[in-house]
């Protein structure tokens, strides 16, 4: 028993002298980092003579520049009465080597008839229309349709002023006019140029079948892309 208790120990002994060699200091050195050195006697507190402040420059976010967008320049060319001199326009487009959108556009415009009747007959009306241009009324035509079938009119003006001259002159050869506003819904049609400013020279010098086209800015909404 003695001899056991003796073992014991001993082993006790060496795990402590194991510990104390092997464990108790680390084989490699922490490493600390270089502090810098600090000269004390030569700082300067603020308001010292020779004592320089120096700024911190406040961090800002870098400034991109944006694109601005190149405005796009468009023209309208017009209005054509009839759609093949829009179309003969639009010829005149292609040799400067512009493309162009063809637009229509209704109008709808109130004009004033002055009219006779209507007779009983096709046959009566048309004794009055070749009593009318014996007097030198020549501007007559036969209605055809509606309620005024067989009736003559005797002039359709845009203007209701000018259906006065016309009333009294029939009324001097004992004729009872009449009067009714007609709707009247015409195509205008357009010719829309995506171009660049340099080109609207040459498309004003463009000469035209037919009389009042302008040629003026517009939106590029209706203009082909080029």
Known sequence: MLKWLLGALLLANLG???WSTWYAQS??????????????????????PGARLVPRVPHRPVQTRSLTAVKRVCYAVGP??????ATGGGAR?????????????????????V??????????????QRRL???GI????LIHDGLLRNAVSVGVF????NIKDARALLRRHNYRPHTRVVMQITNRYWLDVAAEQGSLDSVRALKWSTDGIAVKQSSCANATAQ
């Open 16 to 18: 402590v002298w194991m």
């Open 27 to 48: 084989p490699v050195p922490a490493e600390i980092a270089p502090q810098p050195e600090i000269h004390a006697d030569r700082m300067l507190a603020p308001g010292e």
């Open 80 to 85: 054509f009465p009839r759609l093949n001199q």
């Open 93 to 113: 487009l292609k040799k400067l080597g512009l493309r162009y959108t063809l637009r229509s556009q209704p109008q709808t415009q109130r004009r004033f008839q």
């Open 115 to 128: 009219y006779l009747g209507p007779y009983r007959s096709k046959r009566e009306a048309e004794a009055v």
């Open 133 to 135: 241009r014996q007097l």
């Open 138 to 141: 020549r501007d007559n035509a």
């Open 158 to 161: 845009t203007e209701a002023h």
